[in-house]
């Protein structure tokens, strides 16, 4: 039984032979120790022990516990021995993964230890089993991840990278692992500093994502990836290792590039907008004042009819309060709140929905209020900026009451002799070719007198020119007197005169002209307690008988004259009948009209 266990536990003779040797030193302490006590005991039995006897036991005694302490701390040493030299076995049954061979050596102890050991150890290969088949499971998910997978011991050198590496930088795997940086291989020279500093933190335990750096590719070719960093932990949570998981995010750094450039233009466009818009403001702004200041009414109708803008001008010219209460009113109410204002409204409406509809452009309407305002309306269709449409319309609202009582002064100062009130021979050329042509268009005659005071130079020097003045102005006064409601009576300047008749008769004129110049005769003033007189003399022409333009006619007129002061002055004479020559003077004095007949 020795020998088979020596061979199956300890094939070295070595260790044998000291458990043998161990083993004879029990039996020889155990044959000393029965031989000191059979003396002993013969001894006693035979009475007595001597000396010597006694001597002999005890150095036998003696010898006998010192063989057995030697044989107990020899057989400890080889069970030590033994339980070392199977853990080495265990050990290197671990480190080559194999399971030890370990014979039973027939001691309850040990081979308790041994079964659990051999449990372990079972367990452990299942394990590493299981991992294996784990690892083979896993294994192509790994190499065949699309992005780069990379795998750092704790010193930072790159243990492992997954095929596509070579796919995405164009090193292999086997080139990257054989590289003193295999990491920067590939990465873009500038992001070396960036990839050591992440792979620093990553050693210490800190991973961070979101980190991103440029590969270049073998071809020079670079591309934006996003790197993850993991740590590695063993079973007891400590780092043994960095893996580098990078994603290629080229296509998100160009979307990103693209939205950063589409952003930047958004930006200088909102910029430059605001930019308009302020200006734009700034000009509504100058343009609101500017409206504010103007003394006309500025009202802005959209195309649905509505108010969009009235100026104060507007909302107090018509009396309609506050102009910010007109926005949004409708053009109909505001129509509707002005009517009674003017004078006649249903005209004014016809005229507002003639514009409207027609959509004329530069319309002038003369509003007459019924408190005696004369309002000129203007209005103009408003376009839009592309000019393809109107966008609604602008009234512009004046009050020209003023305007137009200067102006009728005015006119009244231009067209009036200053002296004596009558109007000048500005008005009455005008009057001459207005009521010519009318007269024309009717197929009517016009008459025309002119005459002129005789001797009046003498009435100024007698008198002087004070003295003269006042009896131009009596001899208008009294002809003022005389003149119908279609005749019409001017200065022509310094003592002459003249009569425009519209619709006349050879008859007519006739008896204007002694009308005329009886009430001249019939005149008389006192200068210096001196009784004056005066007489006239008139020339007189009808159109279209004697002359068929204001120019031949003023000029038979004047013929007439010139002919009735030759003939003495103080009568009136006529121009002859037009018959396409010259005009000859008539002979016809004042004092007998019978002849006109
Ligand atoms: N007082 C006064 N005299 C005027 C005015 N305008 C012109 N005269 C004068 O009127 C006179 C007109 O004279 P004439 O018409 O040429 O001659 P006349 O003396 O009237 O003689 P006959 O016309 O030939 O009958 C001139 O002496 C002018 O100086 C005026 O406004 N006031």
Redesign the pocket.
């Known amino acids: 039984m020795l020998h088979d266990l020596r061979k199956r536990l300890f094939p070295e003779d070595l260790h044998y032979r000291r458990w043998l040797r161990m083993l004879r030193i029990y039996a020889l302490s155990a044959g000393l120790v029965a031989g000191s006590v059979d003396l002993v005991v013969d001894s006693v039995a035979n009475g007595g022990v001597e000396a010597t006897t006694l001597l002999a036991a005890s150095i036998t005694a003696l010898v006998t516990i010192l063989l057995v302490t030697g044989a107990f701390l020899a057989s400890r040493e080889i069970a030590q021995n033994n339980a070392r030299r199977m853990i080495r076995r265990l050990e290197d049954s671990v480190i080559d993964g194999s399971l030890p061979h370990m014979p039973s050596l027939g001691w309850e102890l040990f081979d308790r230890g041994r079964e659990a050991t051999l449990r372990l150890l079972e367990d452990r290969d299942e394990k590493i089993a299981g991992l294996q088949r784990e690892l083979e499971f896993y294994r192509p998910l790994a190499e065949d991840m699309p992005g780069l997978e990379l795998l750092f011991d704790l010193d930072g050198r790159l243990v492992w990278a997954n095929p596509a590496v070579h796919t995405l930088t164009g090193y292999s795997a086997a080139e990257c692992l054989q590289a003193a940086d295999p990491a920067c291989l590939w990465v873009y020279a500038k992001d070396h500093g960036s990839l050591r500093a992440m792979l620093t933190v990553a050693l210490q335990g800190e991973p961070r994502e979101g980190q991103e750096l440029r590969v270049q590719h073998r071809d020079g070719t670079l591309r934006w990836y996003a790197c993850r960093w993991y740590s590695l932990r063993d079973a007891q949570g400590g780092i043994c290792g960095i893996r580098m998981s990078a994603q290629d995010v080229q296509a998100r750094k160009d979307a990103e590039l693209k939205l950063l450039e589409n952003v930047a233009a958004l930006r200088r466009a909102q910029a430059l907008k605001e930019h308009y818009l302020k200006r734009s403001n700034d000009e509504r702004m100058r343009l609101a004042a500017l409206l504010e200041m103007l003394s006309v009414g500025i009202l802005f109708v959209d195309h649905d009819h509505r108010v969009v803008y009235a100026n104060q001008r507007c909302a107090t010219m018509w009396g309609l309060g506050d102009r910010n209460d007109m926005v949004g009113v409708r053009d109909e109410i505001v129509l509707a709140k002005t009517g009674a204002q003017r004078v006649d409204n249903q005209a004014y409406l016809q005229h507002v929905e003639e514009v409207v509809s027609q959509q004329q452009e530069n319309t002038v309407y003369d509003i007459y209020c019924s408190d005696g305002r004369v309002i000129r309306e203007r209005s103009s269709g408003v376009p839009s900026a592309e000019g393809d449409m109107l966008i609604g319309r602008v009234w512009i609202f004046e009050d020209i009451t003023e305007t137009l009582q200067t102006q009728a002064r005015l006119t009244e100062l231009a067209e009036r002799d200053p ?1 004596t009130g009558l109007y000048n021979r500005r008005r009455f050329h005008e009057d001459l070719g207005r009521m010519l042509a009318e007269s024309n268009r009717r197929k009517e005659a016009l008459g025309l007198l002119i005459f ?7 009435i ?1 020097e007698a008198h002087g ?1 004070q003295s ?2 006042e009896m ?1 102005c009596a001899l208008a006064t009294e002809l003022r007197q005389v003149i119908r409601r279609n005749e019409l009576l001017f200065r022509l300047g ?2 002459e005169f003249a009569i425009l008749v519209a619709q006349p008769t050879l008859e007519s004129v006739a008896y204007i002209a002694r009308r005329v110049a009886q009430r001249a005769e019939q005149l008389r003033l006192e200068f210096n307690d001196e009784t004056c007189q005066l007489s006239i003399s008139i020339g007189v022409a009808l159109a279209p008988l004697h002359a068929h333009d204001v120019d031949s006619l003023v000029q038979a007129a004047d013929r007439a004259l010139y002919q009735a ?1 030759a003939d003495g ?1 103080n009568c009136w004479r006529m121009a002859f009948r037009w018959n396409g020559e010259e005009p000859h003077v008539a002979s016809f004095i004042s004092n007998a009209p019978e002849t006109l007949q």
Not at 452 to 458: G, L, P, R, Y
């Open positions: 002296l002129d005071v005789d001797n009046f130079k003498d100024n020119h003269g003045d131009l310094g003592d002061k002055r």
